[in-house]
Nanobody, 118 residues
Framework: QVQLVESGGGLAQAGGSLRLSCAASGRTFSSYSVAWFRQAPGKERDFVAEIHSRVALTSYADSVKGRFTISRDNAKNTVYLQMNTLKPEDTAVYYC???????????WGQGTQVTVSS
C-alpha cells in the first residue's frame, strides 16, 4: 500500500515558478514509477510528466517540455515537479500517481491547486 500527499501548490504570476512535492509512504517507493497529472475545471485529467522507478528515466507532455522538471529522492520517498516559466494555462489541480511497471496508476494523491495569474 502506498499513500501519496501532494504539496507546494499556490498562486504564481505568469513567468514565475513553483515546486510541487509528492511525498509517499511505504518502504518500496523506489520500485514505483511516479507521474504528475493535472486537471483544469471542466477538462479531463491530463498527463504532465513521469519519472520511472530506479533508472529515473523521465517523460513529459509537449506542453511542459523545457519548462517543467520531474525528479525524485528515494531516500526521502518524494517526487518533485519543478515548474518554471509558468503560464495561465498551467492553472489546474495537480495530482501525483504511482504505479509498478506499465498500465494503470494504482495510487493517487488528493491533489494540490496551482493558479497562475496573467
Amino acid at each position: 500500500q502506498v499513500q501519496l500527499v501532494e504539496s507546494g501548490g499556490g498562486l504564481a504570476q505568469a513567468g514565475g515558478s513553483l515546486r510541487l512535492s509528492c511525498a509517499a509512504s511505504g518502504r518500496t517507493f523506489s520500485s514505483y514509477s511516479v507521474a504528475w497529472f493535472r486537471q483544469a475545471p471542466g477538462k479531463e485529467r491530463d498527463f504532465v510528466a513521469e519519472i520511472h522507478s530506479r533508472v529515473a528515466l523521465t517523460s513529459y507532455a509537449d506542453s511542459v517540455k523545457g519548462r517543467f522538471t520531474i525528479s525524485r529522492d528515494n531516500a526521502k520517498n518524494t517526487v518533485y515537479l519543478q515548474m518554471n516559466t509558468l503560464k495561465p494555462e498551467d492553472t489546474a489541480v495537480y495530482y501525483c500517481g504511482a504505479r509498478r511497471g506499465i498500465g494503470n496508476y494504482d495510487y493517487w494523491g488528493q491533489g494540490t491547486q496551482v493558479t497562475v495569474s496573467s
